[in-house]
Nanobody
Framework: QVQLVESGGGLVQAGGSLRLSCAASGRSFSTYRMGWFRQAPGQEREFVAAIDWSGGDTYYAESVKDRFTVSRDTPQNTVYLDMNSMNIEDTAVYYC????????????????????WGQGTQVTVSS
């Protein structure tokens, strides 16, 4: 049984930084993709970033490009999301997700293409 556990959320001032972690367990992750999504109050869940577990290629939403960085520690089965220059619009519950079917690259942007989800961690950016 795959488990994804996020941590690292909290309150940060605008312009500040935060690091989220997603620890994965339950199977081998060598050929999968891990994604980060977020959901703000009253809004749909949206794609933030993703990483190829094996090769480390990364993908970002335009709204976070050049501010957020996704990375992985393969021995620790952990994916990170480093968030810098944060603004109020970054306030949301952040989720990590695992896609087990390699499939087309376009799939990483769609939440329904992911097979496993973490419980989410709240990130609040204050002015």
């Amino acid at each position: 049984q795959v488990q994804l556990v996020e941590s690292g959320g909290g309150l940060v001032q605008a312009g500040g930084s935060l690091r989220l972690s997603c620890a994965a367990s339950g199977r081998s992750f060598s050929t999968y993709r891990m994604g980060w999504f977020r959901q703000a109050p009253g809004q749909e869940r949206e794609f933030v970033a993703a990483i190829d577990w094996s090769g480390g290629d990364t993908y970002y939403a335009e709204s976070v490009k050049d501010r957020f960085t996704v990375s992985r520690d393969t021995p620790q089965n952990t994916v990170y999301l480093d968030m810098n220059s944060m603004n109020i619009e970054d306030t949301a519950v952040y989720y990590c997700a695992l896609r087990t079917d390699w499939g087309p690259l376009s799939a990483i942007y769609r939440e329904y293409e992911y097979d496993y989800w973490g419980q989410g961690t709240q990130v609040t950016v204050s002015s």
